[in-house]
């Protein structure tokens, strides 16, 4: 089993000092700060409760600086559900204490030997059976499986009772294990790739050893593949990846296949069938299936699936929202997590990190989108999971159209057997709105009063008619050093067809330190009010204003018209 990296998640700068030497144990390991009692987090959370759960559902190692019984309550609900168990620990602020909570199945104690030895203390583990041979028997180490865990929990008591035991098979891990050994021993840890009955006595551990190759045109491929290893006498839970040739890169059901038998999935050039693939990967093939649609090779050592072959690339065009991190969707960070690369303008690079040391950051000025999207492709071609970031939304004057375009054009099949993704942020416009009140809350119209990328014209009759059309407005881009009289004539026009008093909304940073709010009206507006960081937002003839009681003011448009029967 691979561990992933863990979050350090604190309640105080008084746990500072502590949660950075973890972070020497854990390189890659972020600092999660609660907001406003923590300086210098790499993360920010408002919730612990939430944060923790979100956490542990993601399958996070967690190791919470805080005492143990606020973690426990705080975890208690999603106990009874199966699902993730990660490693959670309880660190003592201090360092003078490390407590692993849950876990025992994922490499709590491991961990917590880890940290413990760091920091210099004794680690608090209670498990019996851990204690007692300085191994956990039931979390064999990454490349082997457990065959039965409850199986594998009554052996561990009979050890634990007195009685002797026989290692078959290589178990290097065991080597130094105080298990008390006898070649004689009722019971027996046995490891070896081969299908067998399990036994009361037995401990049966598969090592990774198994890959299997399938040529593209085979159809229901968990079960071909799990008759394949049954004729060939092997338990599938050696198998350690399957593979496929490159065309077949982005078939859904290879990739639902793999999932299904909880594998990766590896591509790699096919010179002939199947046993061609294999023999190629990692060398003898013990079975042929099909018209060489199915091959099954065994390695001697657990495979490194990393090793074989190449994955399918991903890349994936996320909104990071307008900058708040509470505001970027679940899905965005979690695929800033995965990705081996980010591309990106500077700026939303840097709102999207930090980043661990293994991630690679490409950072390009904002005005070569096209350039940009192509070299994401390229990286992900080679197998590699990129990312590229956009503020807001990725769809909405962004990234999102540039690598689609980049792909419509290409004909390159490594583009185009990439796994594409697109993940929504929250945009400017609605940030902004949301602040207000609900400018936005009946038909509008969004426009970017760019003209860098279309004709002035264009964008004068789409105001002309979003006007008449008494559509609320949204304008992205407004003004720049190099457009500067736009939004001058863009008010002309608007103020054609709406009265002085329409609310105007101008949000600036809105969601980023420093953030501006102003509600103001189309007479009051002025050009010198707006610069490239403002969303102007601007009223129909129906948006609304009243107070609120803290001296700002609640701007809405009602979702129906009322009595305004005729408007425009
Ligand atoms: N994809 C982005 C928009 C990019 S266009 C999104 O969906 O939000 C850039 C323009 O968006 C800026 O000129 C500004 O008008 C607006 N904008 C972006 N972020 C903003 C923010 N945090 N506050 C106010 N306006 C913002």
Known sequence: ??????????????????????????????????AERVDGADRVYHEFGATLRELYQQDTPIIALCAAGIVIRTLAPLLLEKGAEPPVLAVAEDGSAVVPLLGGLGGVNVMAREIASHLDVAPAITTSGELRFGTCLLNPPSGYTLGDLELGKRFV???????????????????????????QARLAVHVSHAERLPAANELLIYP????????????????????????AGIAV?????????????????????ALELGVPLRFARAEGGACELARQAIGPVV???????????????????????????RLAVVGLGPGAAELMVPAVKAELARANDVLGYETYVRM??????????????????????????ELAAQGRSVVVVSSGDPGVFAMAAAVLEALHESTDTHWHNVEL?????????????AQAGAPLGHDFCVLSL???????????????????????????????????????????IIRQHREPGTPVVLGRDIGRPGQTLRVITLGQLEVDQVDMRTMVLIGSSTTRVFPRLDGNTWVYTPRSYGDKLTPI
């Open 157 to 183: 008591s009979d050890l634990l009772a007195g009685e002797t035991v026989r290692i078959e098979g290589s178990a290097p891990w065991l080597a130094q294990a105080q298990l008390p050994e006898d070649a």
């Open 237 to 257: 839970q050696s198998l350690a990846c399957l593979l496929a040739p490159d065309s077949a890169m982005a078939s859904p059901a290879l990739r639902e296949a």
């Open 287 to 313: 079975s042929i299936t099909g018209e060489d649609t199915v091959a099954v090779a065994l390695s001697e050592q657990p495979l490194d699936p990393m090793q074989i072959g190449r994955a399918r690339g």
């Open 1 to 34: 089993m691979t561990r992933s990296v863990p979050a350090i998640v604190i309640l105080g700068n008084g746990s500072l000092s502590t949660a950075r030497r973890l972070q020497q144990v854990y390189p890659g390991a972020l600092i999660h700060g609660l």
């Open 450 to 492: 760019s003209d860098n990328l279309k004709p002035w014209s264009i964008i004068e009759k789409r105001l002309d008619l979003a006007a008449q059309a008494d559509l609320a407005l949204a304008f992205y881009n407004p003004i720049s050093r190099s457009r500067p009289w736009q939004l001058g004539r863009a008010l002309e």
């Open 208 to 231: 990774h050893s198994v890959l299997v190759a399938v040529s593209a045109d085979v159809t229901d491929v968990p079960n071909v593949v799990r008759q394949a290893l049954q004729r």
């Open 352 to 377: 999207a990190g930090p980043f661990r040391a293994d991630q690679v950051l490409h950072c390009t000025d904002n005005r070569e989108e096209m350039q940009r999207a192509r070299h994401a492709f």
């Open 421 to 433: 993704e697109i993940l929504p942020g929250v945009s400017a416009s609605l940030a902004t709105a």
